[in-house]
Structures are given as C-alpha cells and as structure tokens.
Antibody, heavy 112, light 110 residues
C-alpha cells in the first residue's frame, strides 16, 4: 500500500521557520519526481515546489523562491521542505505528492 | 488568477453526463500532459486522470479525459451523489518552469 505521511506542521510566527517532512512507502520513491502542493483555507490547490529523482533539479513557485528549499533523502525515502521567512499568506495545508499519490497533508499556520 | 482556467461550478442530476473544461495556453496544456484530480470534502486530492486520458487502476470508467490544443475536458457519465467534489486540472508550464493548477470546479449533484 502506498503511503505518504507528512509531519512538521504547526503554528509559527511571521518571519519564523519550519521544516516539513514526508515519509514515503509502498512505491519506488527514488524513481519518482516529488512535489509539495499547498491549499490555503477555503482555496484551491497551489503548486509549491518539485524535485527530480536524484535531487539535481528543483523548481519553485515565484512566491517562495529564496525562502523555501525542497530536498530529499532517497536512502530514507523522505522528502523535505525547509520554510524560512514565513508569511501569513503561507498559511495552508501542505501536501506531499508524487502526482499519482498524495499524503493527507500537514497544516502550517503563520500567525502572531 | 490561475493561468489555467476552470469554471468555478458545475452541476447535474444523478445519471446525467457532465463535462468540466480546463483552458490554458501553448506553454502548459498545449505542450504538456494534463492531469485531473478529485478532492472530496475534507480529504486529500486523488488522481483521476493522468497523461490527458489515462485512468489509474481503481478509477471507474465513468470518468474520462480528453485534450485538444490548449484545452482539456473531464467528463463524468452516470453521475452519482458521491461524485460531489472539487475537481482540479493541472499541467506543467514550460514558461513558468512549474506546475499550474486550475482554480478548481465544484461539482454539485442535484
């Protein structure tokens, strides 16, 4: 059974940092492009970042460039999102996805 | 404003066929595969259609996808109450070097 389990969300003050993790199982993680997609409360899906299988290519939505970093550890079947300089508009449920499969999401709330 | 456009809402009665459109440009839908996702209330998105018209195993054949030029469509036949959900199209955009999602279509089964 395929599983993507996100963790690391929570309440953080504006300007703060969080690191999201995603543990993958049940499929060949090392062969999969992986992404983070977020959904603000009551809003649609927004792509955040994508990383190639070997980590050699990374892509980001303009609004997070320079603040967020996507990374992966294929030995641990894990995906990460380091989020710095967080803003109120980053408040959302963050999903880990291989496109075919999605985790249940982790909520990030940026508020003072 | 999404670079890929979907109608915000659609509706139909049980048993009907409904179609949801997704309009983009040459840099996204026109040159890359289209994916469709279903998001039931309070749950994570689920892949419905990949590579324009392919169904993952387990997705009923009531769901079908098509693409023509810079537009794509999701068709749902034999509409059921459990199909009531939000539907999103997505594609890679070569100009943005990123993935773009449509704004989503809320499907109501009357």
């Amino acid at each position: 059974e395929v599983q993507l389990v996100e963790s690391g969300g929570g309440l953080v003050q504006p300007g703060g940092s969080l690191r999201l993790s995603c543990a993958a199982s049940g499929f060949t993680f090392s062969s999969s492009w992986m992404s983070w997609v977020r959904q603000a409360p009551g809003k649609g899906l927004e792509w955040v970042a994508t990383i190639k299988q070997d980590g050699s290519e990374k892509y980001y939505v303009d609004s997070v460039k320079g603040r967020f970093t996507i990374s992966r550890d294929n030995a641990k079947n894990s995906l990460y999102l380091q989020m710095n300089s967080l803003r109120a508009e980053d408040t959302a449920v963050y999903y880990c996805t291989s496109s075919d499969y999605w985790g249940q999401g982790t909520l990030v709330t940026v508020s003072s | 404003q999404s670079v890929v456009t979907q109608p915000p809402s659609a509706s139909g009665t049980p048993g009907q066929r409904v179609t949801i459109s997704c309009s983009g440009s040459s840099s996204n839908i026109g040159s890359n595969y289209v994916y469709w996702y279903q998001q039931l209330p309070g749950t994570a998105p689920k892949l419905l259609i990949y590579r324009n018209n392919q169904r993952p195993s387990g997705v009923p054949d009531r769901f079908s996808g098509s693409k023509s030029g810079t537009s794509a469509s999701l068709a749902i036949s034999g509409l059921r109450s459990e199909d009531e959900a939000d539907y999103y199209c997505a594609a890679w955009d070569d100009s943005l070097s990123g993935r773009v999602f449509g704004g989503g279509t809320k499907l109501t089964v009357l």
